[in-house]
């Protein structure tokens, strides 16, 4: 039978278990930490970590959604997503190392999946709201932020294999610029077609 913790002491040990990791992706390819290292840098068991993820790869999806991901429901609208970009970038420079290893790793389906499942939320929000009032297909709309979407993720990938040397604030900014009445104009078309 499993023991029941209470919430704030689950939540304490997922938090040490995923610093720990972190501490250890600073040091070691991913593919190279065991949870044996992982436990015993934050002082519990290994039937502690197992009770709370199934895996290594388990803990690391976990960080990224309670990181990054729950951090950006604010910006879903169309007057804030670039706040939202912001914030994704900024999570990355601050967690570099954690994010260039999963990258570099067999672990990269997590990376890509947090920063689809980031930016494709942004997008098809501000979709929503764009479109208010306009007769659009669902599938159509789901489609432009779908490529809105692959279209960041690739941009942010490409800008940390490249070393991140280009200031996020500077993309951003031609993010905007890019952007900056493209959502309007493709629902119009869409609108026109239905």
């Known amino acids: 039978m499993k023991q029941v913790i209470p919430l704030s002491t689950s939540s304490i040990t997922k938090k040490a278990l995923a610093s720990s990791l972190k501490q250890a992706m600073q040091e070691l390819p991913l593919s190279k930490i065991t949870v044996k290292q992982i436990v015993n840098y934050c002082?519990?068991?290994?039937?502690?970590?197992y009770y709370h993820f199934q895996d290594i790869y388990d803990l690391l999806g976990w960080i990224y959604q309670t990181e990054a991901v729950d951090s950006l429901a604010a910006f879903r609208s169309y007057h804030t997503w670039t706040q939202g970009i912001r914030t994704i970038f900024t999570y990355i420079e601050?967690?570099?190392?954690?994010?260039?290893?999963?990258?570099?790793?067999?672990?990269?389906?997590?990376?890509?999946?947090?920063?689809?499942?980031?930016?494709?939320?942004?997008?098809?929000?501000?979709?929503?709201?764009?479109?208010?009032?306009?007769n659009v297909h669902e599938d159509d709309k789901k489609f432009l932020a779908n490529?809105?979407?692959?279209?960041?993720?690739?941009?942010?990938?490409?800008?940390?294999?490249?070393?991140?040397k280009e200031k996020p604030a500077l993309i951003v900014e031609k993010l905007s610029e890019l952007m900056e009445g493209n959502f309007e104009r493709a629902l119009q078309r869409y609108e026109k077609k239905a």
């Open 43 to 49: 002082g519990v068991n290994r039937q502690t970590f």
């Open 147 to 164: 490529f809105y979407t692959l279209a960041f993720s690739g941009l942010v990938i490409q800008w940390m294999l490249d070393g991140m």
């Open 94 to 134: 601050n967690n570099q190392s954690f994010c260039l290893n999963t990258l570099h790793s067999l672990a990269r389906s997590h990376l890509d999946s947090y920063l689809y499942t980031v930016t494709y939320g942004l997008m098809i929000e501000v979709v929503n709201e764009v479109c208010c009032g306009m």
